[in-house]
C-alpha cells in the first residue's frame, strides 16, 4: 500500500524551463512534507520542506506548494539546469513525538536538457 | 565530520550466505534507520531506532535483523541472502525532538546476491 504516490515517474525539461513533480497523500495524521534530491551514487538529502500550515514554501529556485484539502504537494523547480538533473523523493512524517519515520514516495527521475 | 559512513560500498553474496552491512555516524544522532532503494519503489524503510538498546521494524523487516548497542553504530544483518534482497541500502540518522526533522543519508551500499 503505498502512502505517499508520486507522479511522474520520470520527467525532461529543457534548461529554463519549469519542473513539477506531484505527490498526494491518504494519511492525515502527516504534518511534514520533505523533498529529497539524490545525485547518481549518492544518498538522498534534504532539498525543501514543507508543513500545511502554509501553503508555499520558496527557497531559492525550489518551491513547494501545499493543497492540503486536497492532500497533494508538489515541487517547482524554476529555471530548471542541467545541474538539478537528479532523481526526487517526496516524503511524508506523521504526527508522533519522538519518532522520526518517513514515508517516501517512488521517486521521479529529472533529466534537464540543453 | 564525517556525517554518516557505510561499509562496504559493494557486495556479492551468494543465496544462503549471511552478511552484516555497517553504518556508523559521528554526530550523536538518536535515530537511526535502514533504507532499501528499488527502481520503481523508492526508498522503503526496513528497520529503526530511536535509540541504543532500541529497535523497532519498518515496512520491510522481513530477512533482516539489526541492533543498537552505542548510539554511533546500526549494523544491519542479512540472515541468509536471497536474490529479493539485490537491492541498494541506505543507512540514514537524524537528531530527535527538532523542528527540521531532517535525516541525514550515507553513500549507500549496492548488494547483488546471486
Known amino acids: 500500500q503505498q502512502q505517499v504516490k508520486q507522479s511522474p515517474q520520470s520527467l525532461i525539461v529543457q534548461k529554463g524551463g519549469i519542473s513539477i513533480i506531484n505527490c498526494a497523500y491518504e494519511?492525515?495524521?502527516?504534518?511534514?512534507f520533505p523533498w529529497y534530491q539524490q545525485f547518481p551514487g549518492k544518498g538522498p538529502a534534504l532539498l525543501i520542506a514543507?508543513?500545511?500550515?502554509?501553503s508555499e514554501k520558496k527557497e531559492g529556485r525550489f518551491t513547494i506548494s501545499f493543497n492540503k484539502s486536497a492532500k497533494q504537494f508538489s515541487l517547482h523547480i524554476m529555471d530548471s539546469q542541467p545541474g538539478d538533473s537528479a532523481t526526487y523523493f517526496c516524503?511524508?512524517?506523521?504526527?508522533?513525538?519522538?519518532?522520526?519515520?518517513?514515508?517516501f514516495g517512488t521517486g521521479t527521475r529529472l533529466t534537464i536538457i540543453p | 565530520n564525517a556525517g554518516v559512513t557505510q561499509t562496504p560500498k559493494f557486495q556479492v553474496l551468494k543465496t544462503g550466505q549471511s552478511m552484516t552491512l555497517q553504518c556508523a555516524q559521528d554526530?550523536?544522532?538518536?535515530?537511526m534507520s535502514w533504507y532499501r532503494q528499488d527502481p520503481g519503489m523508492g526508498l522503503r524503510l526496513i528497520h529503526y531506532?530511536?535509540?541504543?538498546?532500541?529497535?523497532d521494524q519498518g515496512e520491510v523487516p522481513n530477512g533482516y535483523n539489526v541492533s543498537r548497542s552505542t548510539t554511533e553504530d546500526f549494523p544491519l544483518r542479512l540472515l541468509s541472502a536471497a536474490p529479493s534482497q539485490t537491492s541498494v541500502y541506505f543507512c540514514?540518522?537524524?537528531?530527535?525532538?527538532?523542528?527540521?526533522?531532517?535525516?541525514?543519508f550515507g553513500p549507500g551500499t549496492r548488494l547483488t546476491v546471486t
Open positions: 494519511n492525515t495524521a502527516f504534518d511534514y
Open positions: 516524503a511524508a512524517k506523521a504526527r508522533s513525538f519522538g519518532n522520526e519515520k518517513l514515508t
Open positions: 540514514a540518522s537524524s537528531p530527535l525532538r527538532t523542528r527540521t526533522y531532517e535525516q541525514y
Open positions: 531506532s530511536v535509540g541504543a538498546g532500541i529497535t
Open positions: 554526530m550523536n544522532h538518536e535515530y
Open positions: 514543507i508543513r500545511p500550515d502554509v
